[in-house]
């Protein structure tokens, strides 16, 4: 309605807040009066076969999220399930079983921290894998999942498990991420889960298995944890690219550890990218490697112990034989003081051909804005393959696995950045500890270890070094299966690696049921 002068009504600022201020408060009320939504599992069941080893099988796939609740003090006296997140997981069981107990099932999750299960999922264990070449190379988009004659799928039922933050795992409405952003609250959840399916899908009859990739490490920790708080005993351990105390890791300055233990991998980088002087380039990498891993653990270590005490004639050979063994040159081992750093290596081995070779796997290089400075733009091998993961996945479980969720499926983030190590405070993490104790509790345990000659995220060296000191006897050290690929962290990627893994994780488990 217009006014007597045929001009619009305005309404006053202050009148303009106040009324603003009253419909927010209306809102308000009417959003605290109306009953809270609970949050549900949302879940897709489909059906499916696959041919694995000559054998037809037919499985059914569960994909979805479930709600994780934590039981909290209500009335004083009452506990009260109150939720706190929705985890996602994909599980693959075999059909026409008639005895669950007799059937495994293994839990898998990668690490990062930040990273969500696909590259297991999608790379190694399930029956779907991401088309690559031969040597690992994803091409150019659009990407596509063929079936996966390597998945260990026929040796036992397979659960793949985004930790929250990852994949389509997320906090509920209220809860704040950054607490489950922590080692601590992370392995919580992760182990509630397992505890959760176990019992809903009757499971704990059947013999377990826990497969992790790279800082997955951290989640050894989970086989004490279900041990010590559930009574729930593994059969055995999958341990992909692991390297649990991150001593090993860390080029911190007083730190001499990792200059030692990545040096094998350094040699086989610069092998494979035929940077070594000629002799050392015709021999075979194994052999090179037990020569230089010798001269890592003895006189190289003893060198760097000695620090400035060591006189000219020791240090002048010591940097001859680094450069033999890396690739690089006398003036550069001498400006690094002996101690070569791994984005250094990364940048500096090609840097004459304007290369950067890859972190992960560094068998894959690219090429910087520039040849300058000591730290790359980029890994090369997650760049070849980040986008053919995404993809495929996003695809497969919308499209195959009829999974729809608005979300964004988050493959990798930055977590690792900002994660909380409150329990390893002032010191390194290391979970090494945990798995001693755990093998010593259960004693029927077993580990299968997995390595990548070509990994600089987690070297072959830093492990066995790892290993080589839990302080277990000769006896209980049998129980450890270590194997070597020709391909990096995620050796899977690599197809001759892959069938000789699957291979070898298969005795693994047949000789761990027998």
Request: aromatic share 10%; hydrophobic share 40%.
């Amino acid at each position: 309605m217009a006014d007597r002068g045929g001009a619009a009504p305005t309404m006053g600022l202050h009148s303009f807040f106040d009324a603003t201020k009253m419909t927010t408060a209306a809102t308000k009320k009417t959003i605290a009066n109306e009953p809270k939504v609970e949050p549900k599992d949302l879940t897709s069941v489909t059906k499916h076969t696959i041919k694995i080893n000559g054998k037809s099988l037919k499985y059914t796939v569960t994909c979805g999220t479930v709600v994780l609740k934590e039981e909290h003090d209500k009335d004083g006296d009452a506990l009260d399930a109150k939720p706190r997140a929705s985890m996602f997981f994909v599980a693959y069981t075999l059909d026409g079983v008639k005895d669950s107990a007799k059937r495994p099932i293994t839990f898998s999750f990668n690490g990062g921290p930040g990273s969500s299960s696909v590259w297991l999922h999608l790379g190694l264990l399930g029956p779907k894998r991401v088309k690559l070449d031969r040597d690992g190379n994803a091409g150019a988009p659009p990407y596509e999942l063929i079936d996966n004659d390597h998945s260990i799928f026929d040796k036992t039922d397979l659960v793949f498990i985004d930790p929250i933050g990852t994949g389509y795992s997320r906090m509920v409405a209220g809860e704040k991420v950054k607490e489950f952003h922590d080692y601590k609250r992370d392995l919580e959840s992760v182990g509630e889960f397992i505890r959760l399916y176990t019992s809903r899908n009757l499971r704990w009859a059947s013999p377990k298995y826990i497969a992790g990739e790279s800082s997955a490490r951290a989640r050894v920790r989970l086989a004490g944890l279900l041990q010590e708080k559930h009574g729930m005993y593994m059969n055995g351990l999958l341990l992909i690219s692991c390297a649990m105390d991150f001593q090993t890791l860390r080029f911190d300055h007083g730190n001499d550890l990792p200059p030692v233990l990545f040096l094998p991998t350094y040699t086989a980088t610069a092998w494979y990218h035929k940077a070594l002087a000629p002799a050392e380039q015709k021999r075979k990498l194994v052999d090179l490697l037990k020569e230089v891993e010798t001269f890592a653990a003895g006189e190289y270590s003893a060198a760097l112990f000695a620090g400035s005490s060591l006189d000219a004639k020791q240090r002048a050979n010591i940097v001859e034989k680094l450069a033999r063994y890396t690739g690089l040159s006398r003036e550069y081992i001498e400006a690094t003081n002996l101690r070569i750093k791994i984005h250094r290596f990364c940048k500096e081995l090609l840097r004459s051909r304007g290369e950067v070779v890859g972190r992960l796997d560094s068998r894959f290089k690219n090429k910087d804005r520039d040849s300058a400075g000591e730290l790359g733009e980029f890994d090369p091998a997650q760049a070849n393959l980040k986008g053919a993961y995404s993809s495929a996945m996003n695809d497969y479980v919308q499209r195959e696995l009829k999974f729809q969720h608005d979300l964004p499926y988050t493959v990798s983030s930055m977590l690792w950045m900002t994660w909380g190590w409150n329990e390893f405070a002032n010191r390194y993490a290391n979970v090494a500890e945990t798995l001693r104790k755990a093998m010593r509790m259960n004693t029927h345990m077993k580990v299968f270890v997995a390595n990548g000659y070509y990994d600089l995220a987690t070297p072959h060296f830093a492990t066995d070094y790892t290993f080589n000191h839990l302080n277990l006897d000769e006896e209980r050290m049998k129980d450890f299966t270590t194997r070597y690929y020709d391909a990096g962290h995620m050796m899977y990627i690599h197809e001759p690696s892959l069938a000789a893994m699957a291979k070898d994780m298969r005795a693994f488990i047949d000789s761990k049921l027998r």
